[in-house]
């Protein structure tokens, strides 16, 4: 279980995140969305122990988080976080002992660390590109290279920040897609993102965080269609809640999915 309990965080005199009780043991995939400045990144870096509440908790497997050296060292094996800059969690010019270094420094056995390295570059479709230099990557293979750097922990939580910035359309797709083997494992996903469509597309629940408050919190469809609450929190809805809202056409959570539809209604 990953949550917080009245979690409180200031920088200096003004809160940042005020009182947040969250739950991201309850559906595979949570999607965090708000303006800049809601306080999304805060808040995943006080999940992974890289801050610390001023009042309040962050809880894991049911208590208080544990910040000795210890018990950050637990969590984090269980809680991995994939920034958006893959740059900043990428060191070795070669795919192979980058992924492998965590590992390596938890003591984990050669031939159990070859295992798991293969295993995460498979789910996130990394084989084919496996022996070039990490310089001559694109971004969005940094971005598989650095997922697959935190699947090596075997983690029940990823917490995605921005898994689709810089992405093209292909990418994206991909991205989804990683996403959805990543769940279909057993695990649990938190994405922080500005991509509205994705949240709506791939989240179980969403939570609207604005000035360091939840707004809202829900099934993607019931949230994003108050349409008055997701203006005040400075976001636009996706694009087919706005078709299911202003055209009266049925509501789907994917592309593929309203196209079959508008095609069994006989509409091209």
Not at 168 to 183: E, F, H, L, N, T
Request: proline share 3%; with cysteine; hydrophobic share 45%.
């Amino acid at each position: 279980m990953l949550a917080t309990h009245d979690l409180w965080f200031r920088y200096q005199d003004e809160p940042t995140l005020k009182g947040l009780m969250l739950d991201f043991s309850r559906q595979a995939v949570t999607g965090l969305v708000g303006a800049n400045g809601c306080g999304k990144s805060t808040l995943f870096m006080n999940l992974s122990g890289l801050l610390r509440p001023q009042q309040g908790a962050v809880l894991w497997q049911g208590k208080a988080l544990d910040y000795s050296k210890r018990g950050l060292l637990a969590l984090r094996q269980q809680v991995a976080t994939v920034f958006q800059d893959p740059d900043q969690q990428i060191f070795y010019t070669d795919i192979d002992s980058d992924i492998a270094f965590s590992l390596r420094n938890l003591g984990v056995a050669e031939e159990e660390i070859a295992r798991r390295v293969d295993e995460a570059l498979t789910l996130v479709d990394a084989q084919h590109f496996r022996k070039q230099p990490i310089q001559y990557l694109s971004h969005g293979q940094k971005k598989r290279v650095a997922i697959a750097g935190a699947l090596v922990l075997q983690a029940r939580y990823l917490l995605l920040d921005e898994p689709t910035a810089g992405l093209d359309p292909s990418g994206r797709a991909q991205m989804i897609d990683i996403i959805k083997r990543i769940v279909a494992q057993g695990n649990h996903v938190v994405i922080s993102s500005h991509d509205i469509d994705l949240i709506y597309e791939v989240s179980d629940a969403v939570y609207v965080l604005h000035r360091g408050e939840v707004l809202a919190a829900g099934a993607p469809g019931e949230v994003f269609a108050q349409r008055e609450l997701i203006e005040h929190a400075g976001l636009s809805a996706p694009w087919l809640v706005k078709l299911h809202a202003e055209l009266g056409l049925p509501l789907c959570k994917t592309e593929a999915e309203f196209f079959r539809r508008m095609r069994e209604k006989g509409i091209q």
